[in-house]
């Protein structure tokens, strides 16, 4: 009898060790937000489990419980926030958190009801964009990078509509606040919307936008954070590759059509 119970559990622990059965130590809590976050993860866990981890999905709709989450000990991981975030929330709350891999970004686009293209709008074009630094910046950014402005060098991702050195099209640009931008867009002959708003609006970015924020080397992807002391973390490494996975770029492609976009 010893012998038999010997041998059964010498094959249950063998058969723990075995790719597809997670181990106790492969549990990983990832804190991510609701809607395009947690769908995206549902996947990413699906993934994950060939792989023996079990990743355990917390929800916040609060932009502030994550981190403080993560770095309290509460998640492993955090996954719903872009690096200027996590930058701001590391220098103003003192936390020792970090960026370990890419994961989406929801590019910003520029909308018009009147024109097709950048290029055809006209002189004195009136053209909205957010009066907050940061949306307000990435809405200059995108005017910038199509061509109808320049910015003065060195500005980085918060440049204000005071750093335009060039407006050779003479743009009026209005600020206005980021939700009243669709409504707007009716009175503007152009208006650079984040895409949470243009979607209420039923403005997809990738059917509607004239003009969208790339993807490559953009400062306002999102990332999967870990304490600075679990950056290395093999565990947390391999949650990172199964959200690299193709079958996820290819879920994100086409379960949101342009609305969000890989960034790896």
Same mark, same amino acid.
Not at 104 to 131: R, T
Not at 145 to 172: F, H, M, S, W, Y
């Given at each position: 009898?010893?012998?038999?119970?010997? *041998?059964?559990?010498?094959? /249950?622990? &063998?058969?723990?060790? %075995?790719?597809?059965? !997670? #181990?106790? $130590?492969?549990?990983?809590?990832?804190?991510?937000?609701?809607?395009?976050?947690?769908?995206?993860?549902?996947?990413?866990?699906?993934?994950?489990?060939?792989?023996?981890?079990?990743?355990?999905?917390?929800?916040?709709?609060?932009?502030?419980?994550?981190?403080?989450?993560?770095?309290?000990?509460?998640?492993?991981?955090?996954?719903?926030?872009?690096?200027?975030?996590?930058?701001?929330?590391?220098?103003?709350?003192?936390?020792?958190?970090?960026?370990?891999?890419?994961?989406?970004?929801?590019?910003?686009? *520029?909308?018009?009801?009147? /024109?097709? &293209?950048?290029?055809? %709008?006209?002189?004195? !074009? #009136?053209? $909205?964009?957010?009066?907050?630094?940061?949306?307000?910046?990435?809405?200059?950014?995108?005017?910038?990078?199509?061509?109808?402005?320049?910015?003065?060098?060195?500005?980085?991702?918060?440049?204000?509509?005071?750093?335009?050195?060039?407006?050779?099209?003479?743009?009026?640009?209005?600020?206005?606040?980021?939700?009243?931008?669709?409504?707007?867009?009716?009175?503007?002959?152009?208006?650079?919307?984040?895409?949470?708003?243009?979607?209420?609006?039923?403005?997809?970015?990738?059917?509607?936008?004239?003009?969208?924020?790339?993807?490559?080397?953009?400062?306002?992807?999102?990332?999967?954070?870990?304490?600075?002391?679990?950056?290395?973390?093999?565990?947390?490494?391999?949650?990172?590759?199964?959200?690299?996975?193709?079958?996820?770029?290819?879920?994100?492609?086409?379960?949101?059509?342009?609305?969000?976009?890989?960034?790896?």
């Amino acid at each position: 009898m010893r012998i038999a119970s010997f *041998l059964k559990t010498a094959a /249950v622990a &063998a058969a723990l060790l %075995l790719p597809g059965f !997670a #181990q106790a $130590g492969d549990k990983v809590t990832v804190g991510v937000s609701g809607g395009d976050g947690e769908v995206i993860w549902q996947e990413v866990k699906k993934v994950a489990a060939k792989d023996g981890i079990d990743i355990q999905i917390r929800v916040f709709n609060d932009y502030l419980l994550p981190n403080a989450a993560l770095d309290a000990g509460d998640l492993d991981l955090n996954a719903f926030q872009h690096k200027p975030f996590l930058e701001n929330q590391v220098k103003t709350k003192g936390y020792k958190i970090v960026a370990i891999g890419d994961t989406i970004v929801s590019p910003i686009g *520029l909308y018009s009801k009147k /024109v097709k &293209a950048p290029a055809e %709008l006209k002189e004195g !074009a #009136q053209v $909205g964009i957010a009066n907050d630094p940061s949306n307000g910046g990435r809405g200059l950014l995108l005017l910038a990078a199509q061509g109808l402005i320049k910015l003065k060098d060195g500005v980085g991702i918060l440049p204000r509509v005071l750093d335009i050195t060039e407006n050779p099209k003479k743009l009026k640009v209005r600020e206005l606040d980021a939700a009243q931008l669709p409504r707007s867009l009716d009175d503007l002959d152009a208006a650079v919307i984040n895409t949470n708003y243009a979607l209420q609006a039923n403005l997809h970015p990738g059917r509607d936008a004239i003009a969208v924020e790339g993807t490559k080397n953009n400062p306002y992807g999102n990332i999967i954070a870990a304490r600075e002391k679990d950056k290395d973390n093999p565990l947390y490494l391999r949650v990172v590759k199964a959200y690299h996975d193709d079958a996820i770029r290819q879920f994100i492609l086409t379960q949101f059509k342009g609305a969000q976009l890989p960034v790896w």
